[in-house]
């Protein structure tokens, strides 16, 4: 059983910067890959970033590349998520997920409740 608990929300306009944090406990968080997924009003829920157990290996999707960075700090059991140059299209429920297995492939074994993150000006 993995809890992970999302912080570092709020509100900006466009331009800003966000850190989004994930902080996680239950489990050994070492060996969970991890990564963020966000989801719009009227929205499927979609895939941001991922990070592997060792950070050896990350991924972003398309419409993020080069404007976020997602890290990881075992030693405190948190993950971030650094959002740069955010877009209004950035507005949405950001989750935090854990993968069990140490890679992001396949279906999320734990979920975050969420934190709204809103660009607008």
């Known amino acids: 059983q993995v809890q992970l608990v999302e912080s570092g929300g709020g509100l900006v306009q466009p331009g800003e910067s966000l850190r989004l944090a994930c902080a996680v406990s239950?489990?050994?968080?070492?060996?969970?890959?991890m990564g963020w997924f966000r989801q719009a009003p009227g929205n499927e829920r979609e895939f941001v970033s991922g990070?592997?157990?060792?950070?050896?290996?990350?991924d972003y999707a398309d419409s993020v590349k080069e404007r976020f960075t997602i890290s990881r700090d075992n030693a405190k059991n948190t993950v971030y998520l650094q959002m740069n140059s955010l877009k209004p299209e950035d507005t949405a429920v950001y989750f935090c997920?854990?993968?069990?297995?140490?890679?992001?492939?396949?279906?999320?074994?734990?979920w975050g409740q969420g934190t709204q993150v809103t660009v607008s000006s």
């Open positions: 990070i592997s157990w060792n950070s050896g290996s990350t």
């Open positions: 997920a854990a993968w069990y297995s140490g890679s992001y492939h396949g279906p999320v074994d734990s």
């Open positions: 239950g489990r050994t968080f070492s060996r969970n890959a």
